[in-house]
């Protein structure tokens, strides 16, 4: 079983960027797609960009292509979340998840691990 912290959240202006990571222990990364989610107040978690178990492939929502990049350091057993141009409707506690599907998926229910999350504002 693995276990997930991510870190990096915080609070920064329209227009900034930030670099979530999500640590995993107990078994490493490679055993694992893994996804990030999103939620913001008052609204469910949604998708935001998975990578692979291999590593080879990554999805993202159509709502963060060409801002947000999701890549893998399977060195450090850690998956990071390069987020961009920030919005304020980027603002929500951002989730790491593993899934034991070999491509992870869009939803929730594809992902059996998840993170304590953390949040990130952004300030117009």
């Known amino acids: 079983q693995v276990q997930l912290v991510e870190s990096g959240g915080g609070l920064v202006q329209a227009g900034g960027s930030l670099r979530l990571s999500c640590a995993a222990s107990?078994?490493?990364?490679?055993?694992?797609?893994i996804g990030w989610f999103r939620q913001a107040p008052g609204k469910g978690r949604e998708f935001v960009a998975a990578i692979s178990r291999s590593g080879d492939n990554t999805k993202r929502a159509d709502s963060v292509k060409g801002r947000f990049a999701i890549s893998r350091d399977s060195a450090k057993n850690t998956v990071y979340l390069q987020m961009n141009s920030l919005k304020p409707e980027d603002t929500a506690i951002y989730y790491c998840?593993?899934?034991?599907?070999?491509?992870?998926?869009?939803?929730?229910?594809?992902?059996?691990?998840w993170g304590q999350g953390t949040q990130v504002t952004v300030s117009s």
């Open positions: 107990g078994r490493t990364v490679r055993t694992y797609a």
């Open positions: 998840a593993a899934s034991t599907d070999a491509y992870g998926g869009l939803e929730n229910y594809n992902y059996d691990y």
